[in-house]
Each structure stands twice: as structure tokens, then as C-alpha cells.
């Protein structure tokens, strides 16, 4: 299995005047899958009602997959404007506004295959998944604000805070491949419909809001960060067997701390704590 693809760029930057700058971007994108869902691993269920066959492919009641060696990746056209405002040396504003359009989404498919087996040659439809000829869209905004209280005497000079909030939304739709609203396939390749019950998920990992808070202090030697992180729920994908499931991880929020000291110009001792609030994760499905 191969690809090739074109990947075009074009990015423009200018200064409005000495507070204001403009960006704007246009290019085409690729993504590729995990290393984990190209995985060639095979089942093969065997037919168990009988010791004796007239055919080997008899012997075969259906095959499922451990991922998709033929899988495509995702390409996208994205487009995006932003502006920065600096009303100081010490203030920066940013807001950002963005578009994309990509093929597909993965989509849960029976694609036919060939295997040899003690030299004999036998096809069946493999149960995996395969990216779709359908378009998606997914436009967003996000906006940074971050400032440095370095005017401030002594001690109180060396903090800072940044933050940050994203807004993203898709029309993705990833139906379940047991209670969607999609088409299934029996073990001989015949379509069958779902039932329909579950509403489908969007976009993989995609949350539509996100933030993140940070207060730092920055002085000589010394760096330390208290980060707070939010986001609303997303769509945790499966994989191996159950990759055609909607699972969920709900909403979400962490708190880290970050110190490191600098002991010269070859060492730097860090200290992080992650998580905590002890924070759990929870996920559900349908």
C-alpha cells in the first residue's frame, strides 16, 4: 500500500504598526494514523459445528482484523487569520481565527482479502477499518492573552500569567458500529442495517472547549509554573477489536506544578507534579 500527496503552503505576516500584527495562513495538511491501527494481525474463527469439511474455506466462519495496512491517511485544506496585540512590553493579546475541511473520518468497512493457508488459497471479508470519500468540516477560535509584571520591585517582578481558550467545533459524524446509524456487514460481505439508537460522535480527541491558566515566577536560576488545564468531553477511540465502539472521556481538568532550577550552563534540575488534584479520568459508552 502507498500514497503520494502534494502539500502546498503559503503563510503572510505583516505589521499594521508597532502594537498591531496580522497573520494569515492557507495550506494543505496530512495526517496520518497511529502506528497502531496499521497494524496486518488476522483472527481467523473456525467452524466448530463439524470435524469434517468439503472446502477449506468451510472451515472459516469469518476473520477480523488487528488494524488496516491499507489505510489512507487524512488530508485537510485548512485556512487561518490572527491578529497579536502588543499594548506594551509587557501585554500580547492574540486571537485567532481558523477553517478546515478534510476527507473522510474513519469509517467501519469489510474490505475483501486473500490468505494462504497450508498452501491453499482462500478469500473472505476482513471486518476493519478504512478512511471515508465523505468531507468534514471543523472551524474554531482561540484567544491568548499573557502579560509579565516585571515593572513591579524585587521579589513581585519575576511573575507572570498567561491564558489561553479554544472554541472547536465539527459536523464529523462517527456512527457506532453496533447501535449506530449506519450499515453492517455479515461475515460473507451482506449489508445489513444498525439499529439506530446511539447518536453518533464526532471527531476523534476533538473537545470543543479547552483552556489553559498559568501563573508564573521567573527570577534568576528559577522558573516555577502552576498550570490549570480544562477540557469538555471528547470522543476516545477504541482500537484492535473494538474500534468500531463510541467511547467517551468526560469532561476533565488538571493541575500541574513545574519548578526547575538552573545550576549552570550545562545542568538544570526539574521538578514536576502532574495531576495533582488527583483528578480522575472517567470514560463511558452507550
Known sequence: SSYTELLPSVTFIMDVNDEWLFRAG?????????PDAYGNGRNVATNTATDTYETLSEAVTGISATGN?????LTSLNLDVGVEWYPNQDTMVALGVYWKQFKG?????????????????VSGFVRTTQVSDDKSDLSG????????????PGFWSGFGVKVSYNYADSNFKYED???????????????????????????????????SSQLYWQQGKFDIQAIYKTRSQYFQQYTRETQNRVRYTADN???ELRMSY????????????????NEPRIDYRG
Open 253 to 255: 481538568e488538571v493541575f
Open 177 to 211: 458500529g453496533y447501535g449506530g446509524d449506519g450499515v453492517s456487514y455479515n461475515a460473507d460481505g451482506e449489508a445489513t442495517q444498525l439499529i439506530g439508537i446511539l447518536p453518533p460522535a464526532g471527531l476523534f480527541g476533538l473537545s470543543r472547549h479547552t483552556s
Open 262 to 277: 538552573k545550576l549552570n550552563d550545562n545542568i538544570k534540575l526539574t521538578l514536576e507534579g502532574l495531576n495533582l488534584l
Open 141 to 152: 477560535a482561540e484567544i491568548t492573552a499573557t502579560h509579565s509584571f516585571d515593572y513591579l
Open 105 to 121: 473520518g474513519f469509517e467501519s468497512v469489510y474490505q475483501p482479502e486473500q490468505f494462504n493457508i497450508d498452501g491453499e488459497t
Open 69 to 73: 495496512p491499507q489505510l489512507e491517511p
Open 26 to 34: 492557507a495550506f494543505k495538511g496530512l495526517s496520518r494514523p497511529d
